[in-house]
């Protein structure tokens, strides 16, 4: 044989030490290739370092915001694609659980360095926005564009009907600590009803997380069944969407750029959220805008497009786990573990939000229901849900900032 061979080990490397370093460099540019041409999205990875460098120089408040908000678009999709490989490799129980944890990462990452600066409120309106963007958003436009050329679509009517009951429990967990405030009589033990409320809050958000923990163990272990055609389908619709031959990566690459992706959304999203109170000021909107309409579409946008084009391919299915699905993880995995997280870094963050806003999720939650609840779609019900969001973002544009919210 040759001596000038390289030989190949089961990672794909070369097993000279001189040839290794090639052959990693090599291997890295391939992976590269795919990642970067993973996602329609990634062409806005152009505004990552503009973001940064207006956000290290403390330039324009409002151009650091813009180019930030704009470069956490394609880094959420990095994160989303790294993490689907990553969870490839892991089989199907522990896959599922690196998908169902780090599905929602960016939110994740905007909020703890929201709460960490003290914007209870910003981290408290993205949650309810995020809630709202995949119930009303990204369903509507699921149904809009699924179902334009289609009498009807369907979709798995029993795993509709347990989602719905898991987002009627989201909504009370809200709704309790609302009523529980607004039922009490305002004078001076307001800082003992505070209190109470706190506590309560981070009792409800233990409790959310045990469901959320046991609604895991339903979806992939005692009733995987229900859910194992959309893990099926997944690969092949997406496959389609890309029109490229697969490529797997491996998992010290996918392990290489969820971290530089988690790293580069950390950084932006520092700088997006210093300048938040300099937006406030110099444009007039509110922080409850900005947290409840702005901020979801950054880390939703990958799932947004994902969603809407997997029902044009009629796999209503996989569109409605993935819109529904990232409700329920903002619901009963992230809102409850930044109250956890702000009662670790001794921040009052709890699930008292306003009346309004809660009155918002509850009707919100109300049409969602009866739209997926007999397990078909059309394209007038996208239409319903896109016209109940366009309103609930209109009302929010002229709501005022009340600086008495919050614990």
Not at 76 to 87: D, P
Not at 130 to 157: A, D, E
Not at 268 to 282: M, N, Q, W
């Amino acid at each position: 044989m040759d001596q000038t061979t390289p030989l190949l080990t089961p990672d794909g490397l070369h097993d000279g030490s001189n040839n290794q370093r090639v052959s990693l460099y090599q291997a890295f540019k391939v992976d590269l290739h795919y990642v970067l041409f993973s996602s329609p999205l990634n062409i806005l990875l152009l505004f990552v370092p503009l973001g940064l460098v207006w956000g290290h120089f403390e330039l324009s408040h409002t151009w650091t915001f813009v180019f930030n908000f704009l470069a956490i678009i394609p880094l959420a999709a990095i994160l989303a694609y790294a993490t689907e490989e990553l969870a490839e490799k892991a089989g199907s129980t522990v896959g599922g659980l690196l998908n169902a944890t780090l599905g929602n990462a960016v939110e994740l990452i905007v909020s703890v360095i929201a709460l960490k600066e003290g914007q209870v409120r910003i981290v408290q309106a993205s949650m309810l926005g995020s809630l709202l963007s995949n119930l009303l958003l990204v369903l509507g436009f699921c149904f809009i564009f699924g179902g334009w050329n289609r009498m009807q679509q369907t979709f798995n009517q029993t795993a509709a009907q347990t989602m719905s009951s898991l987002l009627a429990i989201s909504c009370a967990s809200l709704l309790i600590p609302a009523a529980f405030k607004a039922t009490l009589p305002t004078g001076k033990e307001d800082n003992l009803i505070d209190e109470k409320i706190l506590e309560l809050s981070r009792g409800t958000s233990i409790i959310l997380l045990l469901v959320y923990v046991l609604f895991l163990y339903f979806q992939l272990g005692s009733h995987h069944e229900l859910f194992e055609q959309q893990i099926e389908e997944t690969e092949e619709v997406l496959s389609e969407i890309s029109a490229k031959p697969p490529h797997t990566l491996s998992i010290r690459s996918s392990m290489s750029f969820l971290l530089g992706a988690t790293i580069l959304v950390s950084l932006c999203a520092d700088y997006l959220v210093g300048t938040i109170d300099g937006i406030v000021e110099s444009t007039g909107l509110s922080k409850t805008f900005i947290g409840l309409i702005l901020i979801p579409i950054v880390g939703n946008a990958a799932e947004h497009v994902t969603s809407v084009m997997v029902a044009i391919k009629d796999k209503m299915d996989l569109a409605l786990g993935v819109a529904i699905g990232s409700s329920l993880q903002i619901a009963l995995f992230v809102t409850p573990f930044m109250v956890l997280v702000g009662w670790a870094i001794d921040v009052p963050m709890t699930l008292n939000f306003s009346t309004f806003e809660t009155a918002i999720l509850f009707v919100s939650i109300l049409l969602s229901n009866y739209l997926i609840l007999d397990g078909e779609s059309n394209w007038m019900e996208g239409v319903m849900s896109l016209a109940m969001y366009t309103l609930i973002a209109l009302a929010f544009y002229y709501y005022p900032d009340v600086e008495t919210f919050g614990a």
